[in-house]
């Protein structure tokens, strides 16, 4: 039916199964993300926030499934991606094709790479190049737990 928004659940699973339709195509207003997300996740993913390090659920999180947006439910990043870099974020060195978005951010005096969600421009954290760790591609995404929801691997069947 049109004008019904879909659970999380089902569009979570749904934009796996098709990732070109997405959950949220349209903007939301600040008071439509607060009326969806904890307080907590409108300070990160919409003020660009961080998270305390080492206070993450996904932090020390190996399972095999997909990372979602917890704004919108759009993949962001494999497990199969993900590594212990030791920050106290999650790590991942690479994100699902197509998923995020770069931009440079030059707060608190420094340059940096801010990723955001290309779907609905969450606020995810940012990534590092040439650290030195051994990726594929020596980045590290350092991405905030609260960004992000969880799905099991085989649980995304409909």
Known sequence: MIGVRPSLRFARHFSIACPV???N???KSEKEWRAILSPEQFRILRQKGTERAGTGEY???YES???HCAGCAAPLYKSTTKFDS???WPAFFDAVPGAIDRHDDFSFGMRRTEITCKNCGGH???VFYGEGFST???ERHCVNSISLSFAK???EKL
């Open 21 to 23: 339709l997405r959950m």
């Open 25 to 27: 195509s349209m903007p």
């Open 59 to 61: 932090n020390k999180h």
């Open 65 to 67: 499934g997909l990372y």
């Open 86 to 88: 030791g920050c106290g």
């Open 124 to 126: 995810l954290g940012h």
């Open 136 to 138: 594929p591609t020596d």
């Open 153 to 155: 691997e085989g649980s």
